[in-house]
């Protein structure tokens, strides 16, 4: 995929919620209410809900992709309860690797997550790396340094043109943000945006990482996004809690439409 312009993209990430009898309507109702020209929309539902938000989603007009929210480092394998990313293909286009949450109560560690980014681009499927720092890493004065040594650990190890190519997207998400009601501010988190691409410059990245997508996390709502995408480093959200409210979701996507416009990308 060759790319000129980076994509305005707002990601939902519904965590552990919804069910697959209430997904579809929900994803409905969300893709009806955010169609708005050159903002790329994507559905993170929970894995058992995927199917019931394509089938929903195929007969809406507006594409809107779906995604996973995590998938196994391992091609298969003895690994009960897991799903690979050969299981997921025909039923999601995009996956979220490394959120903090699972960092966190799974112990992900960078080395895995670089794993499980080679397995995504093998199947073909977009990849959106979350990255960020703690609050005391913050408040030590280390969240660059943190989210380099991230990008280095898991993204290191790969070939840039093959994740380049995949169309690799990079959240920001300071962990300290996550469904805590607190955000960044939008300097901050443009400051983190250029760490992320000043970083994958430095892994070999195609024209110094200039191309790479990087979306603000933690705490976006319809109030707090224009603080975001009005940082013209800034090319999108990954939304949690606001991304179940389909008013939420229009605000949020009307806001990216806006950066969208002034980009010129209309498509
Ligand atoms: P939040 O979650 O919007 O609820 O803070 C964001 C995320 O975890 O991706």
């Known amino acids: 995929m060759i ?35 050159g903002v790329i929309r994507v559905i993170c539902p929970p894995f058992v809900c995927l ?7 195929a007969g809406a ?12 480092h391992e091609v298969q394998g003895a690994y009960t309860g897991e799903v690979s990313a050969a299981m997921l293909v025909g039923l999601a286009t995009w ?9 966190r109560d799974a112990g992900e560690t960078d080395e895995l997550i670089g794993r499980k980014l080679g397995r995504a681009v093998d199947a073909a499927l977009r990849p959106i790396l979350c990255v960020g720092e703690q609050l005391e890493e913050r408040e030590m004065g280390q969240a660059s340094l943190v989210v380099r040594r991230q990008l280095q650990g898991a993204v290191g190890p790969h070939d840039p043109a093959r994740l380049s190519a995949a169309g690799l997207v990079i959240a920001y998400e300071p962990v300290w943000a996550i469904g805590t009601g ?8 443009a ?9 994958m410059g430095e892994l070999g990245f195609p024209d ?18 224009d603080e975001f995408m ?19 979701m229009a605000g949020i996507v009307a806001r990216a439409g806006v950066t969208a416009a002034a980009r010129g990308q209309t498509g």
């Open 182 to 189: 607190r955000t960044a501010s939008g300097a901050d988190a």
């Open 51 to 57: 199917a019931a938000v394509g089938r929903a989603l």
């Open 3 to 37: 790319r000129t312009m980076r994509d305005v993209i707002v990601a939902a990430n519904w965590k552990m919620h919804t069910t697959p009898a209430d997904a579809g309507e929900l994803a409905l109702v969300i893709a009806g209410r955010t169609r708005v020209p």
């Open 208 to 225: 110094h990482g200039e191309m790479i997508p990087v979306l603000y996390g933690g705490s976006v709502t319809s109030s707090a996004i």
């Open 61 to 72: 007009d507006g594409d809107v992709g779906v995604g996973a929210q995590n998938l196994h």
């Open 191 to 199: 400051t983190m945006a250029g760490v992320v691409r000043e970083t």
């Open 95 to 103: 996956v979220i690797i490394g959120h903090s949450e699972r960092r």
């Open 230 to 248: 009005a940082e013209p480093s800034i090319d999108g959200a990954l939304v949690g809690g606001a991304s179940l409210k389909p008013d939420e």
